[in-house]
């Protein structure tokens, strides 16, 4: 086992392995795509597959502020990866969606995080690997 991580409470294991694998997931897209994206953009991606929702969700869901939401989404605008509308029925609100290369990179990520799962299982075991999905997915009760 990693010796930094010998010294951590449960909390802090968690965090730094998410941001460990935060960066590495980055770092494989980026270094395999002519299209950069940070952890921010991926997150409004993955809200966003294969539905529409108002920005104003996006914004709650993500825990940013609204400047910064935007500042996201028209990066992601002006890369063609979501794209921005309005419906007929409501003016009010502002919709996002993805558009057909932000499908495209969305399902090459996840390929890139298949072969990131597949070397943590061929690591740790793909029992142990099961166990842990299911003890993240459970309802912790907090």
Same mark, same amino acid.
């Given at each position: ?45 993955? *809200? ?6 108002? *920005? ?7 825990? *940013? ?7 996201? =989404? ?41 072969? =990131? ?13 099961? *166990? ?11």
């Amino acid at each position: 086992m990693e010796e930094s991580f010998q010294i951590l409470d449960l909390i802090d294991s968690i965090s730094e392995r998410h941001l460990q694998l935060r960066k590495l997931t980055q770092t494989l897209w980026n270094n395999s795509s002519d299209i950069y994206l940070s952890n921010s953009e991926w997150f409004i991606i993955s *809200i966003i597959v294969k539905k529409e929702v108002p *920005i104003s969700y996006i914004t709650n869901k993500v825990d *940013i502020t609204r400047q910064a939401t935007h500042k996201l =989404i028209k990066s992601l605008e002006s890369k063609g990866i979501v794209e921005t509308f309005y419906v007929a029925h409501n003016k009010k609100n502002k919709f996002i969606r993805l558009t057909p290369l932000g499908e495209e990179c969305y399902r090459k990520n996840e390929a890139l995080k298949a072969t =990131i799962e597949q070397k943590i299982a061929a690591k740790i075991g793909n029992d142990n690997l099961d *166990i842990f999905k299911q003890i993240l997915k459970a309802d912790w009760g907090i």
